[in-house]
């Protein structure tokens, strides 16, 4: 299992020719460039980083089986499945030295985040991807950690579909291929209830933060973004460039002030619940 948090990893390796992204929606899917989205019935999905995501597993099981049909082959045909940004915890972490051995790194990384996860850091899966440097000598790493029963429920509707989950990240994560500026900017998505804020620092992620919101109003929202261009000011020594937002039917730029753009794809109009697909495909199509 892997997490996409940089385009490295994908240009390494042959991108599959299945991607899928989840939601509380729906499924978002693309086979061969074809893109497309199908509804869940409400409740199927229910977003959570410690409880099982799949409340009707035969309802979305069905769903998968309309979308991409098992071909009678007996080799499972490989896919990507990029997970709702709530159902994992993505950490930026710093350090003042790194470890150069792999065992080393990770058992450092589950350590730092232990205190940081609501679920049993001894039972969760840990990706981690250590950050270009910005110059100053410590070391930061992105770390993503997913408790262990919710992902193995993801993974197991695909693999009952006859597919190999064999790359697995996060909605925002990948929608982050759509983004090309340099500087400083914050990105903002809205899923539903659940708001994805990350900042950006040239190629490297300096914050990270997915809530839920009681009714992602315009206040809730400010209340979020209001603290994160402060955080920017404060620790980066220097204001946030833009707005980058997706997934948002109203322009909440009017009460920050500041340049905004919506993220853009050549496969389709990235929305709260493709982003990650579309960036994805951003990612492995160059």
């Known amino acids: 299992m892997s997490f996409l948090t940089s385009i490295t990893h994908l240009v390494r390796d042959r991108p599959p020719n299945h991607l899928f992204e989840l939601s509380e929606a729906g499924i978002a899917f693309a086979h061969s460039r074809q893109t497309g989205f199908q509804p869940f019935e409400r409740g199927t999905l229910v977003v959570s980083p410690v409880e099982d995501n799949l409340k009707r597993a035969d309802l979305a099981a069905a769903l998968m089986?309309?979308?991409?049909?098992?071909?009678?082959?007996?080799?499972?045909?490989?896919?990507?499945?990029?997970?709702?940004?709530?159902?994992?915890?993505v950490t930026v972490l710093d350090f003042d030295s790194f470890p150069s051995a792999p065992e080393e790194q990770l058992s450092l990384v589950r350590f730092r985040v232990k205190k940081t996860i609501p679920f049993d850091v001894d039972s969760a899966a840990v990706s981690y991807y250590v950050q270009p440097s910005s110059g100053n000598k410590r070391v930061e790493v992105l770390a993503v950690t997913v408790a262990v029963e919710i992902i193995a429920r993801y993974e197991?509707?695909?693999?009952?579909?006859?597919?190999?989950?064999?790359?697995?990240?996060?909605?925002?994560?990948?929608?982050?291929?759509?983004?090309?500026?340099?500087?400083?900017?914050?990105?903002?998505?809205?899923?539903?209830?659940?708001?994805?804020?990350?900042?950006?620092s040239g190629s490297a992620i300096k914050l990270f933060r997915c809530v839920t919101l009681?009714?992602?109003?315009?206040?809730?929202?400010?209340?979020?973004?209001?603290?994160?261009?402060?955080?920017?000011?404060?620790?980066?020594?220097?204001?946030?460039?833009?707005l980058i937002l997706c997934g948002f039917d109203r322009s909440i730029a009017a009460h920050l002030?500041?340049?905004t753009e919506s993220l853009r794809s050549r496969f389709g109009t990235p929305g709260p619940f493709n982003a990650g697909l579309l960036g994805y495909l951003e990612a492995v199509e160059g």
Request: aromatic share 6%; no cysteine; hydrophobic share 40%.
């Open 65 to 89: 089986e309309r979308i991409a049909p098992i071909n009678g082959s007996k080799k499972r045909r490989p896919a990507g499945v990029i997970l709702p940004d709530y159902a994992a915890r």
């Open 214 to 242: 009681e009714e992602a109003s315009d206040e809730e929202i400010l209340a979020i973004l209001h603290p994160t261009f402060s955080y920017v000011e404060d620790e980066l020594g220097s204001p946030a460039r833009k």
């Open 156 to 200: 197991a509707l695909f693999r009952n579909a006859g597919f190999h989950p064999g790359d697995v990240t996060t909605s925002t994560l990948a929608a982050l291929n759509l983004y090309r500026g340099d500087g400083v900017a914050v990105l903002a998505k809205l899923a539903g209830q659940a708001l994805t804020v990350a900042v950006l």
């Open 257 to 259: 002030g500041y340049e």
